[in-house]
Each structure stands twice: as C-alpha cells, then as structure tokens.
C-alpha cells in the first residue's frame, strides 16, 4: 500500500510526510507497530544540510517500510534538540532497539551517526546537536 492510500483509509485529514527510519528501516517500523518504539532522533547537521524543517508537536508521518509500503502512521507529540552526549536513558528507553539502555543506544547511534554523515563529508562528535522527537502510534 502507498502512503497516500494509508492515509486515505486511515480517516485522518491534513498534511504529513512519507519515511522510512534509516538503518533498519523494517525493524524499527515493527517496533512501532508492537508500541515497543515511541522515539527517534536524527543529526540536525542533516536537516540544515538537506534545508529540512524540524519536525514539530502535531505532524503526521506514514512510516514505510524498506520497499517503501505504508505500514502505519504515527504523530510527533515532542521534539527538542539535545546533544549526543547528553541524550538521556529515558529517550534511549523510548526508542525501544536493543536491551533499551542508553549503553546500547550510543553503541548504535554512533555507528549510524558515523555513516549517515558521510553523505556530507562531516564527521562524528559527541557534542553533535540530535533533533530528538516522540510520538503516538495513531494508524495501523
């Protein structure tokens, strides 16, 4: 199913956008579709670099899947920007991969963060600002 016909069917009105969570697209959306993952974070270098706007409290995304089939909806209801290194055991908790410790998150995080920014020839640092969101499952 498209993202347009999910969204159809599901009822909801207004605008949202269309994703796949990177790294392990299929995953990660199960984890959402199981209410196990409630967060997610991504660089804020990549939002500025690709001239993106933040998400915000209230936006709508299909999540799809690796083939790109719309396989739920959810809805933001936080974003803040946090550093890496300050990012707090209750995100890593909330976005539900691994054993759910902030040990496990980092481990992940860093190895994903180190060739997400490839793509724009940036390294890794710690103190890299992170556009951390939450949301609700509202659509399967």
């Known amino acids: 199913m498209t993202a347009e016909e999910l969204w159809k069917k599901s009822g909801l009105s207004g605008e949202y956008e269309a994703w796949a969570f990177g790294g392990a697209p299929d995953k990660l959306a199960d984890l959402v579709i199981r209410g196990i993952k409630t967060a997610t974070c991504s660089a804020l270098v990549l939002y500025e670099h ?23 909806i959810i809805q933001t209801t936080r974003v803040y920007i946090e550093s890496f290194n300050k990012v707090s055991a209750q995100h890593a908790y909330k976005e539900g991969e691994g054993d759910r410790s902030l040990e496990y998150w980092r481990e992940v995080h860093e190895e994903f963060f180190i060739e997400e920014l490839k793509s724009i020839n940036q390294d890794f640092d710690e103190n890299m600002k992170l ?10």
Do not use: R
């Open 50 to 72: 690709d001239n993106e706007l933040i998400p915000k409290a209230g936006d709508y995304s299909v999540i799809l899947d690796s083939k790109d089939n719309a396989l739920c």
């Open 131 to 140: 556009v951390c969101e939450e949301f609700e499952l509202v659509y399967v």
